[in-house]
C-alpha cells in the first residue's frame, strides 16, 4: 500500500497521478490560494413604536369582544390557550382528539382559515392554507395581555385571509 503525504503552500497547484496495481489510474488537482476576509461593521438599529390595530370602545364602529390577560389567568389552569376564549360571545373551541396544541377555534361559525390571527399585529396563519397550528403558540397564556375577538371586517391593516373576523392577541411587553 502507498502512502501519500502532500503539504500545500499558498498560490500552489499539484496536479497527481495515482496508479494501482497498474491497472486503475486516478488523476487529481490541489490548489491553495491566500483568502482575505473583509468585515463590515453595521450600525444599530432601534425599534421604538410599533403599530397594533385595535378597536376602541365607542370609537371604532366595529363588533368585538376584549378579555384581558387577568381573565385569561383566572381560566388557565391546565387549558391551552384556545380553551381559555371557550366562554366567549360567538366562539366555539374543540380538541379534535388531538393532543395538547391541537385545538381548534371557529368565531361565529367561521373556521380558522376564514379567521385572521394576529399576534401583536403580525399574522400568524399558514401562508398556504390559512390554519394556525396552536402548538407553536402554547407560551401564549403566560405573555398575554389582552384579546381582542372582532366580528365583521377587521379594522387592521394588514393582507390577511380573514373573512369575516380577526382575533388578536397583544403581549404584555407591548403594553
Given at each position: 500500500m502507498n502512502?501519500?503525504t502532500f503539504v500545500?503552500?499558498?498560490?500552489?497547484?499539484?496536479?497527481?497521478?495515482?496508479?494501482?496495481?497498474n491497472?486503475?489510474?486516478?488523476?487529481?488537482?490541489?490548489s491553495a490560494?491566500?483568502?482575505?476576509?473583509?468585515?463590515i461593521?453595521?450600525?444599530?438599529?432601534?425599534v421604538?413604536?410599533q403599530?397594533?390595530?385595535?378597536?376602541?370602545?365607542?370609537?371604532?364602529?366595529i363588533?368585538?369582544?376584549s378579555?384581558?390577560g387577568a381573565e385569561i389567568?383566572l381560566?388557565?389552569?391546565?387549558?391551552e390557550?384556545?380553551?381559555?376564549?371557550?366562554r366567549?360571545?360567538?366562539?366555539?373551541?374543540?380538541?379534535?382528539n388531538g393532543?395538547y396544541g391541537?385545538?381548534?377555534?371557529?368565531?361565529r361559525?367561521?373556521?380558522?382559515?376564514?379567521?385572521a390571527?394576529?399576534?401583536?399585529g403580525?399574522?400568524?396563519?399558514?401562508?398556504?392554507?390559512g390554519?394556525?397550528?396552536w402548538?407553536n403558540?402554547m407560551g401564549l397564556?403566560d405573555?398575554?395581555?389582552?384579546?381582542q375577538i372582532q366580528?365583521?371586517?377587521?379594522s387592521t391593516?394588514?393582507?390577511?385571509p380573514?373573512a369575516?373576523?380577526l382575533?388578536?392577541?397583544?403581549?404584555?411587553?407591548?403594553?
Amino acid at each position: 500500500m502507498n502512502n501519500f503525504t502532500f503539504v500545500l503552500n499558498k498560490n500552489l497547484n499539484i496536479h497527481e497521478k495515482i496508479k494501482l496495481n497498474n491497472i486503475f489510474s486516478f488523476y487529481f488537482s490541489i490548489s491553495a490560494q491566500e483568502s482575505v476576509l473583509d468585515s463590515i461593521a453595521l450600525t444599530e438599529v432601534t425599534v421604538t413604536s410599533q403599530v397594533v390595530d385595535v378597536a376602541r370602545d365607542r370609537i371604532t364602529p366595529i363588533a368585538f369582544s376584549s378579555v384581558s390577560g387577568a381573565e385569561i389567568d383566572l381560566k388557565a389552569g391546565n387549558l391551552e390557550f384556545v380553551e381559555t376564549l371557550k366562554r366567549t360571545p360567538g366562539v366555539y373551541t374543540n380538541q379534535d382528539n388531538g393532543g395538547y396544541g391541537d385545538g381548534q377555534m371557529y368565531v361565529r361559525g367561521f373556521g380558522f382559515t376564514n379567521t385572521a390571527y394576529v399576534i401583536n399585529g403580525q399574522p400568524v396563519n399558514d401562508m398556504e392554507n390559512g390554519r394556525v397550528y396552536w402548538s407553536n403558540w402554547m407560551g401564549l397564556i403566560d405573555l398575554t395581555s389582552s384579546v381582542q375577538i372582532q366580528r365583521g371586517l377587521g379594522s387592521t391593516s394588514l393582507a390577511v385571509p380573514s373573512a369575516v373576523e380577526l382575533f388578536q392577541l397583544i403581549h404584555e411587553l407591548l403594553r
